[in-house]
T-cell receptor
């Protein structure tokens, strides 16, 4: 069956540009998480959706980061006015329920030059 | 304080041998879950094994087992009969309590290299 997919897999942005990263969760999965993984580190939580509701955005590093999941399926993470410190792999994960195991996508590697 | 500590940045193991990857955790919650994920060079995080804080038996999944020592707050991953394909980054993670978000908190990882 189809797993979590993310696009694009790689994105190079010039400093100051806006980017949009897409996540397609496993069909029927209610919960969706975004994580940021810096080089050589473990992933760090950014935000969480249950269906279309964004229940926790405490991990978003600044107000330049914005996430949405308008129909409770596909989610988009948007970063405005990208900075070099935004360079990282952005991972999306989904789970059937909030307490189930999370299945991760392949990630989007963002490089800001 | 770090919530998840993995003290081994890199480990080497001979093919067909067993290896233990260390993980200690810190939480004041009574209810929590511990996870191990594998991240090959392709980047995808692959779920390996789960242990709940109330589970009395150590979790096992094929060649993976979790050595859960609650009093010591450790949750070490044991890989038996290592294979070349096991070479990857391994992350220990914790999900705490009963809050609505239930996000995972990850350690810094251990890079495992299996030698032929």
């Amino acid at each position: 069956g189809a797993g979590v997919s993310q696009s694009p897999r790689y994105k190079v942005a010039k400093r100051g540009q806006d980017v949009a990263l897409r996540c397609d969760p496993i069909s029927g999965h209610v919960s969706l998480f975004w994580y940021q993984q810096a080089l050589g580190q473990g992933p760090e939580f950014l935000t969480y959706f249950q269906n279309e509701a964004q229940l926790d955005k405490s991990g978003l590093p600044s107000d330049r980061f914005f996430a949405e999941r308008p129909e409770g399926s596909v989610s988009t993470l948007k970063i405005q006015r990208t900075q070099q410190e935004d360079s990282a792999v952005y991972l999306c994960a989904s789970s059937l329920a909030v307490s189930s195991e999370q299945y991760f996508g392949p990630g989007t590697r963002l490089t800001v030059t | 304080a770090q919530k998840i500590t993995q003290t081994q940045p890199g480990m080497f193991v001979q093919e067909k041998e067993a290896v233990t990857l260390d993980c200690t955790y810190d939480t004041s919650d009574q209810s929590y879950g511990l996870f191990w994920y594998k991240q090959p060079s392709s980047g995808e995080m692959i779920f390996l094994i789960y242990q709940g804080s109330y589970d009395e038996q150590n979790a096992t999944e094929g060649r993976y087992s979790l050595n859960f020592q609650k009093a010591r707050k450790s949750a070490n991953l044991v890989i038996s009969a290592s294979q070349l394909g096991d070479s990857a980054m391994y992350f220990c993670a914790m999900r705490e309590g009963t809050g609505s978000a239930r996000q995972l908190t990850f350690g810094s990882g251990t890079q495992l290299t299996v030698l032929p």
